[in-house]
């Protein structure tokens, strides 16, 4: 069993900002990569930025230069900065985390107006 817990949405006004975190508990030994998607309406669900458990990062064309990655493996957790933010991130926000296999957390809504 592993859980995933989100936490830092919200609603902002574009060009602002916020940070999700996101942490991992249960049965876990060793956490590999982690990292954050977002759903909208109509859409799958895609990747907007990975990171391995040695610090390497990727992120999605769409938020390079404006969202950053990070983690913290002592506490199993990773986040999400997102600066600079445009009515098009609106959406689900889900922290998936790499065990045995994927566990995906519940979501987190992020709201941008204009």
């Known amino acids: 069993q592993v859980q995933v817990v989100e936490s830092g949405g919200g609603s902002v006004q574009a060009g602002g900002s916020l940070r999700l975190s996101c942490a991992a508990s249960g049965s876990i030994f060793t956490i590999k990569d982690m990292g954050w998607y977002r759903q909208v309406p109509g859409k799958q669900r895609e990747l907007v930025a990975s990171?391995?458990?040695?610090?390497?990062?990727n992120y999605a064309d769409a938020v390079k230069g404006r969202f950053t990655i990070s983690r913290d493996n002592a506490k199993n957790a990773v986040y999400l900065q997102m600066n600079s933010l445009k009515p098009e991130d609106t959406g689900v926000y889900y922290c998936r985390v790499t065990a045995f296999g994927f566990s995906w957390g519940q979501g987190t809504q992020v709201t941008v107006s204009s």
């Open positions: 990171i391995t458990r040695g610090g390497s990062t």
